[in-house]
């Protein structure tokens, strides 16, 4: 296994640029996730990262040698793509077997490498069957049984999971957390699913139009986020926010008021906009006395029944409020509700995006 160390990596297709002066350290076993919206590079950064993109700036190295230039089979990565790419003519035992033969592995060695990698991911019932024959959730153990038989240093995953349906999914993701507490091997997982960002990540990547926008824990990235970018892309439903007046060093949204640090540079007047998460929202009926301090009043637009929870769109002017309450609430469509939060749950931002309090 190994660390993963990136230095100024920039790649262009043509005169379009896909990435854009990206650092990063990946430590020895880590679990790393790069997210993102839809284009912001973060599978061109994995297949650079694999060899698998040609030229680009920059310089990459995996266990502390460079191989900028090296050959994807000199890099000592296994990578998993969201198709599967298994040999539709081979059986699963074959479909394992076969970048082994290739790099002459000899056959005691493949048939033990094979029989552990069936066993660890529960293949041992079809290792004779041809992909046709199995369930879209087998394919995909054997593809992550192609790389793991490879013995790499680095697992690379391309999205491995969006072709699978939502419960597969989410048993595949905790069958993918305990193989990396197996394997202690690095991992690098493209996802744009912020669950299983979420849930598997030992650090997040998170990107944007080829730049990297903060590298953090999960946890920190949910309470701490850098931007307004990292705060509405992690974390479902998504962050509120609304535009704020900049006041006498304070962001006021109604009667809510934030104190700012005072050494931010916001000039008075500046244009803010605070944001707060739906579960950081209390909603409560209305009393009918006009809003108290530190509460805003309107009205429940839509409410969402879930089961495990409610989520009530509370409409304040012309800003619609997402607020996520328990599933049992006697609150209603139709009815007044008083919002409160508590004040160290708000978060601020600047003009540019940029977090004013973390
Ligand atoms: P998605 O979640 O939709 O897969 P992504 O974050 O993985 O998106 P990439 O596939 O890395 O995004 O693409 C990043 C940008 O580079 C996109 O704007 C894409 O159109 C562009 N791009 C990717 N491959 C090529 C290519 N071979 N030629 C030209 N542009 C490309």
Not at 163 to 171: E, F, G, I, P, S
Not at 198 to 212: C, H, S
Not at 216 to 239: E, N, W
Not at 271 to 284: C, F, L, N, Y
């Amino acid at each position: 296994m190994a660390s993963v160390t990136l230095r100024k990596v920039d790649k262009f297709y043509g005169g379009f640029q896909a990435l854009r002066a990206v650092d990063l350290d990946i430590a020895d076993g880590e679990f790393v996730v790069f997210v993102g919206p839809s284009g912001c590079g973060k599978s061109t950064l994995l297949r650079t990262i694999a060899g698998l993109e040609g030229s680009f700036s920059g310089s990459i190295a995996i266990g502390g040698k460079d191989v900028s230039r090296a050959a994807p089979s000199d890099r000592g990565v296994a990578m998993v793509f969201q198709s599967y790419a298994l040999y539709p003519h081979m059986t699963v035992r074959q479909n394992m077997d076969f970048g082994m033969r290739v790099n002459k592995v000899d056959k005691a060695e493949r048939d033990a490498r094979i029989a552990n990698a069936a066993r660890i991911l529960q293949l041992e019932p079809y290792l004779d069957r041809k992909p046709a024959a199995l369930s879209g959730g087998q394919r995909q153990r054997v593809a992550i049984g192609r790389a793991i038989v490879r013995e790499p240093q680095v697992f690379l995953f391309d999205e491995p999971l969006s072709n699978l349906d939502a419960k597969l999914r989410v048993q595949m993701r905790v069958e993918l957390e305990a193989l990396h507490r197996q394997l202690r091997a690095t991992m690098i997982y493209v996802t744009h699913d912020q669950v299983e960002a979420m849930t598997m990540a030992d650090k997040i990547v998170v990107l944007n139009e080829g730049r990297i926008e903060q590298i953090g824990k999960p946890l920190d990235l949910y309470h701490r986020p850098a931007s307004q970018f990292v705060a509405g892309f992690i974390g479902s439903p998504a962050m509120n926010f609304f535009r704020a007046a900049h006041e006498n060093g304070a962001a006021r949204y109604g009667r809510f008021v934030v104190p700012l640090p005072a050494a931010e540079p916001v000039a008075e007047g500046e244009a803010i906009t605070i944001g707060v998460r739906p579960e950081h929202v209390k909603a409560t009926k209305a009393t009918g006395g006009g809003p108290a301090a530190g509460t805003v009043e309107g009205g429940v637009a839509v409410k969402e029944t879930l089961g495990d929870e409610t989520i009530l769109y509370v409409d304040i002017g012309a800003d619609r409020w997402t607020v996520r309450v328990e599933s049992e609430t006697p609150i209603e469509a139709g009815d007044t509700v008083a919002l409160s939060i508590q004040p160290r749950k708000l978060h601020v931002f600047d003009a540019s995006g940029k977090a004013l309090i973390q």
